[in-house]
Every structure is written in C-alpha cells, then in structure tokens.
T-cell receptor
Framework: GAVVSQHPSWVICKSGTSVKIECRSL??????MFWYRQFPKQSLMLMAT?????????EQGVEKDKFLINHASLTLSTLTVTSAHPEDSSFYIC?????????????FGPGTRLLVL | QKEVEQNSGPLSVPEGAIASLNCTYS??????FFWYRQYSGKSPELIMF????GDKEDGRFTAQLNKASQYVSLLIRDSQPSDSATYLCAVMSGGSNYKLTFGKGTLLTVNP
C-alpha cells in the first residue's frame, strides 16, 4: 500500500518551545493531507485538513495560530506546534489521501509522540 | 453532525473463533467505508474498504455493508492473538473534502 512517513517519531521539549513535525508521502503524490491528534485511550481527533498550495482548514476548536500547517509540495506537509505546553503532549498522526494506483482513502504515517515538559 | 458508532468492547474471543465487529453511521450520503486496525501505541493501518452493499472478502477478513440499515461490519475468521487490537470504523461522505469520520473503535482481544 501507499507509504507515509513522519519525522520525528518522538520528541521531548521544554514548555514554550516550538516543535515541527514532517509528514511525507513516499511513493505517491498527496494533494490532501490530514493531521490528527490522539490522547491515551481516546479516538483520533481530526485537527486540520492540509491542501497543497493553499491554506489549511482547521476543525472547530483547533487554534490555527498555535498549530501551523504548511503543505508546500505534493509530498510534504508540516505541522508546527508553537509555544508548546504540557497539555499539548499527545500522539500526532498525519495521513495522506492517495489516488491513482492506490485505493482512494487515507493512509496514515507512523505518528509522532510529543512530550512537553 | 455526522456520527459513527461502534461498540467500545472489549470484545474477547478465543483463538480460532470468528470475531464480529459492528459499526453504524448516521449520514445516509456516505459512500465509502473503511476498517482500520490500530495496535496499542501505533498509528492506524488500513485493513479493508467497501463501497457496495453486500460482502467483500480479503483473506480472513470479510466486510459487510448494508446501506439501507446504515450498517457496516467486519468479520475476522480464524482469529489469532496477533489480531488483538482496536478496530476503527471510518466513513467517507460524498463531497470534495475527503474527510473520514471515525468511530471510537472496538478493542478486540483474542485469547490463546
């Protein structure tokens, strides 16, 4: 199936710092990528939809100035958590919409575990 | 509000048995239906998708869709301990945003 990578796989940072997470589609082009957050024992929560070359669409309750999304190419989207605080500690997962050879659906990256101290 | 409902479980079955996972959805305009498997601490992995009413089989997995009843299920035959995971039902509605609405997942435990 379609392969999506994320980097880094985990990060520990101090409160107040910014953290950038990269999401790459390795063997296909993704005009649309999605960013999710998942807290322990809870379901996936969609944060935003990232479209290549345009502004991201944020879900209700998600602060766009805190979670900056850039989708500058067909294979790369980045999520920057600005001024991170302990409550931002979570499992961040991206997915990419695949077309063409692959089934029209979302394929997930392996996730990035963020711990803010 | 589009909703996808799943029994949270846990669902416990013995090794070799059939595990049956169920999902209902509220949006009649939904067109595509997906089952993802998520192991603890990992991201979701696509298992199966189904578009048309009826059954679709892939190895030990069978997805069943009934649009009239707004119901989709996943059967796992010859369940193995390695199938123990949370199974997420996801629904894609018509339209151009391609967003998936996920259920909260059913935790399946296969006992050796």
């Amino acid at each position: 199936g379609a392969v999506v990578s994320q980097h880094p796989s985990w990060v520990i940072c101090k409160s107040g710092t910014s953290v950038k997470i990269e999401c790459r589609s390795l063997d296909f082009q993704a005009t649309t990528m999605f960013w999710y957050r998942q807290f322990p024992k809870q379901s996936l929560m969609l944060m935003a939809t990232s479209n290549e070359g345009s502004k991201a669409t944020y879900e209700q309750g998600v602060e766009k100035d805190k979670f900056l999304i850039n989708h500058a190419s067909l294979t790369l989207s980045t999520l920057t958590v600005t001024s991170a605080h302990p409550e931002d500690s979570s499992f961040y997962i991206c997915s990419a919409r695949a077309l063409g050879l692959y089934q029209e659906t979302q394929y997930f990256g392996p996730g990035t575990r963020l711990l803010v101290l | 509000q589009k909703e996808v409902e799943q029994n949270s479980g846990p669902l416990s079955v013995p090794e070799g048995a059939i595990a049956s996972l169920n999902c209902t959805y509220s949006d009649r305009g939904s067109q595509s239906f997906f089952w993802y498997r998520q192991y603890s601490g990992k991201s979701p992995e696509l298992i199966m998708f189904i578009y048309s009413n009826g059954d679709k089989e892939d190895g030990r997995f069978t997805a069943q869709l009934n649009k009239a009843s707004q119901y989709v299920s996943l059967l796992i035959r010859d369940s193995q301990p390695s199938d123990s995971a949370t199974y997420l039902c996801a629904v894609m509605s018509g339209g151009s945003n391609y967003k998936l609405t996920f259920g909260k997942g059913t935790l399946l435990t296969v006992n050796p």
